[in-house]
Every structure is written in C-alpha cells, then in structure tokens.
C-alpha cells in the first residue's frame, strides 16, 4: 500500500474516543480524548472535510470543553449510538477511503473475544464492541458494495485478560455483522495497540501507539500523499523495537492486513532476522539436513507440513511446492518457536519415527535459544494470564527456590513465559521449566494447576521424557506434603515462602476522632485468594482487634502463617502485634503469628527495581548484613546511607520516636524491604536488645519468626524488650489481592 496523490475530499472517518465509564472511579481514563482530537487535526490538516468525520466521545468533565470545541457536533459514543453509526450511516458513505479509530478501554472477553467497552460498562457488567467482528462488518452490506476501496483501522486499547472472577462479568460482545460479505476485494489495514492478552500503554497522557503511530503517518503524508502504510508500520515496528530494546518495553503492536486477497494475515512484530554468526551456521546446516533425512522418510510429506505450519506461522510459506528442508528451515527461522515447531509437526506425521536426536534439538536452541512450540507457548502464556499477579508470584517463587534466580518478573505472563523458557534443557533432562510448574502445581492443586499439569506432561510427551517427568511430579508431591505438615512453612524457622499460608490485613488511615479506621482482610493460599471482611464504616482499633479475632478464630490455625498489616507510613507504628484476643484463652496476635508491617506507598512493583534487586539478597543473606543506622541522622543523611550499597537487604535503628517518621519514609522511597527498629527504650539499651534478637550470624529470611519466639518469651512480662520491637517486612513479590484494575485501556 504505497503513497500515491489521493483526493482527500473522498476520505471519511469514524473517530471514538471513550474516557468516562459507569464503572467506579478507577475505570476513568485520561487520554483517548487527546489521541482522537491529534487524530482528526492529522486528517483535516490533510484536506478530509471536518464535515467527513464523526467523532463520537465520551470525555471526562476535564476534557469535554476540549472535544466541544474541536467538534460542536460531536455525539456520545453510547453503545446504541455506535451500533447505529456502524450498522446505519455507513450504508450511504460516498468515498473512496474510509479510517476508523478508537481508543478506550478494551478487555478478553470469554470465547478469546476482544470486547471494546461501552461507556455504560461497569464492574459487574462489561459491554462493549466485538473488535473481530467489526473487521467482517466492512465487507458486508454495512458499507457500500462499490466505493470504499481501501478501510484502515486503528485500535489503541487493551486486549486484557482479567483475573477468572472479573472475567466473568465480562457480556458477549456485540457482533454487528450477521450478513455474508459482499466485498472481499476490499483491502483493510488493521493496526493495534497489543497483542491478545496484553495491556497498551499510556505516556504523559496520551496513548503511546497512537502517539509513535502519528509520528510515522506524519511524515509519510508529507505533501499531502496517501502514506504507504507499510512503510508507516515498519516505522512504529523499529520504534517498538527499540524501545524494548533500551527501555524494556514489552507492547507489541500488531498488524492484520488483508490487500483484497480474502481474510488477509497477521504481520508479527519484530525486527529483521539477524544475520546468522559462524556457530549458527554450522547449526542451521545440520538443521537442514535433519529435516531432509525426516522429509526423505515419506515422499510428499513436505506439503503436509506445510499445511499444518501456516495455520501456527504468520510468515509467508515457501513459493516452491514442495518446498525443500532448506527452505522449510529459514520458513522456520522467521517465526518465534519455529525451528522446534517445524521438527514437532515433522514427527507428529510420522509416529514410527524415532525421537528427535539430542544434537538437533541443541541446533535449535543455538539458533533460537527456544525450546517449545508455539502452540506449547501460548498455551503457557495463556494459562499464566489465568493464574493471575499472585500465582505467577507463586510460580516465580518456586523457580527462585529451586534454581536460585533473582530477577524474575511476573507481573507480564510473556516475560515470565520468556524467562523460564531462557532456563534451556540440559541434554536427555527434563527442562528446569517442567520442574518449577510441577513443583507449583503440587503446591497449589487449583484448577489452573491442574491444567499447567497437563500441559508439562504433553510437553515431556513430546521430548520423550515423560518417565523423569513422572519421577519428579512425585517429589514434588512429597516436597507439597511436607510444606504442608510444615505449617505452609518451606524450612524451619522461615516464613511462609512465596504468598503461600497468609494473612493480608489493609488498615486505611484513620479519619476524624478516636483513630477509626476502614479496614479488609484476606486469606492466600497459593492461587487461592478469599477476601474475608471489607468494613467500609471506619471503626475503633479496639472493634478491629475484635473483628480480626473472629475472623483468625474461624480460620485453621498454623501458627507459622504469616500475618501482614498494610498500614500508611505514618501508622508503621501501631503495635498491631500486642493486640490482645480473649477467646479461646487470653494470648497476643505477634505471640501466636509472625506478625510484620508492610507499606508500599512510596515503591510500585512494576518500577523500582531497587526494592525488588534489595527484596531477592533477603533470601540469602544473613542477619548481619542488615545495616544500621543511628538515630541522630537526619532523613537526607538516611537517605543517603541506604543507597550507599544497592545490595543491602534492610537495615535496623535505634532511633527515637520523634526521629522514626524521617527514617521511615527515606528507607522506604530507598527501596528497602526490611527495617528493625525498638519502639521503647534508650538507643544504648535498645541497641542492646536488638543484638541480642539477632545473636548468632541467622538466616535474615528466619527473622519474623525469630521475632515471634522473642515476643512469646515477654507474654508474662509487660516490659520484656521482644514486645516493643517491630520490623517492616515488604515482599514485593506479595501484595495485597488484585483491585478490578482498569487504569490501562
């Protein structure tokens, strides 16, 4: 689709723009009404007449003056209003071109639907606009048979894949198009944001797609051409690209293109294939001619192949029919996970044939550093997405256990999918990654578990390793059976490893007199997340201590279940662990549970990277290595004591009372996780008292239990020093349960 001179007198557009939802105040967007007027201003700019273009919007108070004025008769974008403009006022269009845009909140609906929501949508009733079926709507009697030769679509939104129980207050979208096609000569452009399953990304107010794609059809509509949209694609392709590559950005945009051959194809996202170094061309040699010695076993059997890889490959396949094992091989190469696909779909055709010998599959890792299929990985990615924040938490936990990694992130499904896949199969052995998701799933026995079960197995099938499979699934039971005897605990004296065997107490700041507090409390087990109370109505601490009471008391009690309070910065020094129960027999929270303060007011999981790198050295360090600082610092000093070593896991004080609100907020903008401080006592004495809390060189990760066993030990004396210490314990890899989160579009 190249740049030609066109009459842009003979362009219409549709322009939506959704900001204000029915939903609750974290549905409301501030964005897609900006990214719809640069749109517009694109196209007039151009010569589309203003009178060619409807925008349709539904802006936040803030930016309806900014649409009012842009468009005096601009309308809602309501949902009966845009069924009427798609499926009405198209049927008439006089044009030659016709754009489409929209931008808002998008979500995964049931049946792997991409749902653009409606402005009407809600937390308990998700509407909106079935994406894919919009691209069949401008092939049937909704538009003109003759004219409109050329549609291009822009979609900024997400496709998110909610957590299961949001999911399901996700409506059917609306199909509009129930008619067959009239028109599949036409040619469509089909741009958008993300892939399935993933979020697009705002920057400074404004949809970042939208913005680099602007960028690119600016400068190719210089002089007033029709910009060669490929080119423009290729364009927001290497800004993408590097973007991941120096930021660490993970959106891909993609691309559907159909030229007025039919359904048209997917363009993947990525950068040119790299020319190969001297080992991988040693490797794709031998590739070669395993896939010649397997093609040459069946005469024919290279056009089967062909046919079951372009319904996995979005590339296209080889002109020559039947293609050889070289051009098979390169086909391969072009696509993520295709050298491993290509020998799969070659030997599921062929059961007799042996197992795929050791060295191919190394040939495969060289040249992709990739050891599933494509359909294995996006079945992994799928039920990763499933699993939610804190079961990918959990996965990430039991590869930090078993392999010692520190760096792993699972707030993405693909970066963690990526990750544990880059954990390549030794030769003969069963992939670290098949381990980690038995050990997960003996664990956690949720439905997603027994699913990701499944899945390791097909893929242990394949490699011919389903016997070393079936010997660790029972370890890992064993290994599950013993976490659970243990109390939930993974080895004596530590606490609750991952999210497992939790309870998660948010106690908002107070308002008005008498220290009255909104409060909600959960459970965790591994996947299995239950929210317990939400009181909305601020109580008294003495009413939230009785509250917590009855709902610990209905619980089973394992005493190393690991209690957490989430509290503002300035409540850290509430002694919730002195909280005193009656019932069944009179005891104190931090004597029967491990008891910690948790703030993370001044970090977000996603961005500081400095209290995940200071989170991973808790798991080995020991408690010596916890730095201390005096009380006389004041906060900027603090400040820059804690950064001074980016690998200190945490740090203790003795400072004062009046000094600890300064100290407190520097650790925690400082990204440390674990802080120890007296509440009581002069700083001699409490130092003291600390060391003696500390003694030998311990495991740091002991240290809320240890602190349990010090606090039980000063039951029957109120002025034993182990009731007036504290510590902050700020797992980044355990927040508090998933909010329905729609901040994204």
């Not at 959960?522 to 601490?541: M, N």
């Not at 309070?565 to 850290?572: E, G, N, R």
């Amino acid at each position: 689709m190249t740049a030609v001179e066109h009459d842009w007198r003979r362009t219409h557009a549709v322009i939506v723009a959704v900001e204000q939802y029915s939903g609750s105040d974290s549905w409301t967007l501030d964005g897609p009404v900006h990214d719809a007027l640069a749109m517009r201003t694109w196209l007039t700019g151009l010569g589309v007449p203003p009178e060619n273009i409807l925008l349709l919007a539904s802006p936040t108070e803030g930016n309806k003056a900014a649409v009012e004025a842009a468009d005096r008769d601009y309308r809602p974008a309501d949902g009966h209003i845009i069924r009427k403009v798609f499926m009405e006022e198209l049927r008439s269009l006089d044009a030659d071109r016709l754009w489409i845009y929209w931008a808002g909140h998008g979500v995964q609906a049931p049946g792997g639907r991409w749902s653009l929501l409606y402005p009407e949508a809600r937390d308990r009733d998700m509407r909106g606009l079935d994406a894919l079926n919009l691209m069949t709507l401008l092939r049937t009697e909704h538009l003109p048979k003759k004219g409109v030769d050329r549609v291009t679509v822009i979609i900024d939104a997400c496709w998110q894949a909610l957590p299961l129980r949001t999911h399901m207050m996700v409506a059917k979208p609306d199909e509009l198009a129930t008619k067959p096609e009239i028109n599949s000569a036409r040619e469509i452009y089909w741009m958008r944001a993300c892939q399935p399953g993933a979020v697009s990304k705002n920057q400074q107010g404004a949809g970042l797609f939208t913005s680099v794609l602007l960028r690119q059809l600016q400068a190719a509509s210089a002089g007033g051409v029709a910009p060669d949209l490929d080119r423009v694609w290729q364009g927001v392709q290497d800004e993408f690209t590097r973007l991941g590559r120096e930021e660490g950005l993970r959106q891909f945009p993609t691309v559907h293109i159909s030229r007025g051959d039919g359904n048209g194809e997917d363009i993947p996202l990525g950068p040119p294939r790299s020319p190969l170094d001297e080992q991988q061309r040693r490797e794709r040699g031998k590739l070669i001619h395993a896939v010649g010695a397997l093609l040459g076993a069946e005469p024919g059997r290279a056009a089967e192949v062909v046919v079951g890889l372009c319904e996995q490959f979005t590339t296209e396949p080889p002109a020559t029919t039947p293609p050889s094992a070289e051009e098979l091989v390169d086909w391969a190469l072009e696509n993520p996970h295709g050298t491993v696909t290509l020998l799969a779909e070659l030997s599921a055709r062929a059961p007799a044939q042996a197992p795929v010998r050791t060295e191919i599959r190394k040939a495969c890792h060289v040249l992709q550093n990739q050891w599933l299929t494509r359909a294995e990985y996006a079945e992994l990615t799928g039920l990763l997405e499933r699993l939610g924040q804190r079961g990918r938490c959990d996965v990430a936990a039991e590869a930090r256990a078993l392999f010692g990694l520190v760096e792993l992130e699972f707030h993405d499904p693909v970066r963690l999918a990526d990750a544990l896949e880059e954990l390549l199969p030794k030769p003969d052995r069963l992939p670290q990654l098949l381990r980690v998701v038995e050990r997960f799933a003996a664990v956690d026995d949720g439905p997603v578990a027994a699913e990701l079960r499944a899945w390791s197995l097909r893929c242990a099938e394949r490699l011919g390793l389903k016997g070393q499979l079936m010997e660790r699934r029972g370890e890992a039971t064993e290994y599950a059976e013993a976490v659970k005897a243990a109390g939930l605990a993974q080895d004596p004296g530590a606490p609750p490893s991952g999210s497992r065997g939790s309870v998660q107490i948010r106690l908002h700041p107070s308002s008005g007199p008498g220290q009255r507090r909104a409060y909600e409390v959960w459970t965790r087990r591994g996947e299995d997340v239950h929210a317990l109370a939400k009181v909305d109505t601020p109580a008294a601490l003495d009413e939230i201590q009785g509250g917590l009471e009855a709902l610990l008391n209905a619980q089973t009690y394992t005493p190393d279940t690991l209690v957490e309070f989430f509290v503002s910065a300035t409540d850290l020094e509430l002694a919730v662990h002195q909280w005193q129960f009656a019932h069944p027999v009179k005891r104190h929270l931090g004597t029967d549970y491990p008891v910690v303060m948790r703030c993370t007011e001044f970090r977000e999981p996603q961005r500081h990277d400095l209290w995940k790198r200071r989170w991973n050295r808790v798991g080995t360090a020991g408690t010596e290595e916890l730095r201390w600082l005096p009380g006389h610092m004041d906060c900027g000093e603090v400040y820059r004591v804690v950064q001074q070593s980016m690998d200190t896991p945490g740090a203790l004080t003795t400072a004062p009372s009046r000094a600890r609100a300064d100290l407190f907020n520097a650790c925690l903008f400082g990204g440390v996780p674990v802080l120890l401080w007296h509440g009581e006592a002069e700083p001699s004495i409490a130092e003291d008292e600390l060391r003696e809390l500390l003694g030998e060189e311990r495991p740091l990760r002991s240290l809320p239990q240890r602190l349990r066993e010090l606090r039980s030990d000063s039951d029957p004396y109120k002025s034993h020093h182990g009731r007036h210490m504290a510590l902050l314990w700020d797992d980044p890899h355990r927040p508090l349960p998933d909010q329905l989160d729609l901040s994204a579009p």
